[in-house]
């Protein structure tokens, strides 16, 4: 398989390309009112020395961020988050490659999902990552990356990745954020700031991916309420 120059191409390619628009943006952090600040460090997670703990999601997720700390590229400021933004990554890239590109570029965000469908995570869930261009995209938003499966102008993304990521923010709706995925707070990139990311495919499919992160957050919160003992079913005639 040629997987490997194709990977090496586009790492390449990827650290030159100056227009993705992800990136620290007006990142200036001095202008934030204390309040907006979460304030926990959540360091207690045991996870052994020097590895910082991924999020106890229900698949495997590649853990990258230490190695991603170590590029500077991050703020280790943690605030609420309200929202998860979806990104291209502009090229065809695995875990290791996309962290290859953020050792140079100054940007980061939080997961990438590869063309397998397979999660990494780089920055800590609730902290600032340098993805979307705009301060306060980056403070309130979860930027997750996905892997394209042909370059431009289509800028595909496989069906595996795109599903897996909608499956995701699906989790972090549920698990962190506490809102329901919807048109106003599952968004791309270009929400936030003037780029064409997360690229002109998944702009047609956006009512796919919203529907399949609604369907995982349903079921994330049913899986919740079911072990709640205290909680009565209530009768169908009543939920309307
Ligand atoms: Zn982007």
């Not at 962190?176 to 270009?190: C, D, E, T």
């Amino acid at each position: 398989m040629p997987e490997k120059n194709v990977e090496d191409e586009d790492v390449k390619a990827a650290i030159e390309r100056p227009d993705t628009g992800d990136g620290p943006g007006t990142d200036n952090l001095d202008d934030l009112p204390e309040s907006d600040f979460a304030g926990s460090s959540e360091d207690d997670t045991g996870a052994g020395p020097q590895a910082t703990a991924t999020i106890p999601y229900d698949c495997p997720v590649a853990n990258f961020i230490d190695q991603l700390s170590a590029t500077g590229h991050v703020t280790h400021t943690s605030y609420m988050k309200t929202s998860v933004t979806l990104h291209h990554n502009a090229a065809r890239l695995s875990h290791q490659g996309v962290l290859e590109v953020w050792k140079v570029r100054p940007a980061s965000a939080h997961f990438d999902v590869d063309a397998a469908g397979a999660v990494a995570q780089y920055v800590k869930v609730n902290e600032y990552a340098w993805a979307v261009g705009n301060t306060v995209g980056n403070q309130r938003s979860i930027s997750i990356e996905m892997a394209n499966a042909t370059l431009a102008p289509n800028w595909t993304v496989g069906e595996a990745t795109w599903k897996n990521a909608a499956r995701l923010a699906g989790w972090l709706f549920a698990k962190v954020i506490g809102q329901r995925p919807s048109r106003s707070n599952l968004v791309y990139h270009h929400h936030w700031s003037s780029t064409v990311c997360a690229g002109p495919f998944m702009d047609r499919i956006y009512d796919q991916v919203l529907a399949a992160a609604q369907v995982a957050y349903d079921n994330f919160t049913d899986a919740q309420s079911t072990l709640r003992p205290d909680t009565e079913p209530v009768p169908a005639e009543r939920r309307r």
